[in-house]
């Protein structure tokens, strides 16, 4: 995505980074909470939004409520926020 902007949330969950020119391409990571029902939001995730739409960790496109969105933090690609699927 270039250069990069930081953003805190408002309730402090997580920061988002955003692309200075369109700030449609953003990525969110997030700390995780252990107690979390849905196994995937337990570690730290990152989601990717590509111009409104969310990305799993191959760049397709995925719901933003699904696990695929919730890509674990450690698998992550930041290279891959550099290209367009």
Excluded: L
Aim: with cysteine.
């Amino acid at each position: 995505m270039g250069c990069e902007s930081r953003k805190k949330q408002k309730d402090d969950a997580g920061v988002i980074w955003y692309e200075p020119n369109n700030t449609n391409n953003h990525v969110r990571v997030m700390e995780g909470h252990p107690k979390m029902p849905q196994s995937y939001r337990r570690k730290p995730y990152t989601k990717r939004n590509q111009n409104g739409t969310y990305r799993d960790k191959d760049g397709n496109p995925v719901k933003q409520s699904s696990a695929e969105a919730h890509i674990p933090y450690e698998e992550f690609n930041y290279d891959r926020t550099t290209k367009t699927p």
